[in-house]
């Protein structure tokens, strides 16, 4: 059974850093790219980061710069290092394999001004 429980998130001021990290389970992780997307209120969710198998990585405009997304093929982690945060990260963050319509609950990041 597919699983992705993602967590880390919280409240932070304006210009910090949180890291958030998924767990997966049941399926081949390191075979496939993964990615983080985010859901603002009243806004549809959104791509934030993906990264392939090798670790070649892709990013949002909005967060290129600021977030790095990183993996770990051993352990079947996926990670987003989010810094100089602002208060337009506020959002749901959910990571996803690619290709596939299942999400997992997502963490709330919410950034103070």
């Known amino acids: 059974q597919v699983r992705l429980v993602e967590s880390g998130g919280g409240l932070v001021q304006e210009g910090g850093s949180l890291r958030l990290s998924c767990a997966a389970s049941?399926?081949?992780?390191?075979?496939?790219?993964m990615t983080w997307y985010r859901q603002a209120p009243g806004k549809e969710r959104e791509l934030v980061a993906t990264?392939?198998?090798?670790?070649?990585?892709n990013y949002a405009p909005s967060v290129k710069g600021r977030f790095t997304i990183s993996r770990d093929n051993v352990k079947n982690m996926l990670y987003l290092q989010m810094n100089s945060l602002r208060p337009e990260d506020t959002a749901v963050y959910y990571c996803k394999e690619v290709g596939t319509t299942l999400w997992g609950a997502g963490t709330q990041v919410t950034v103070s001004s």
């Open positions: 990264i392939t198998p090798g670790g070649s990585t």
């Open positions: 049941g399926f081949s992780f390191r075979t496939v790219s």
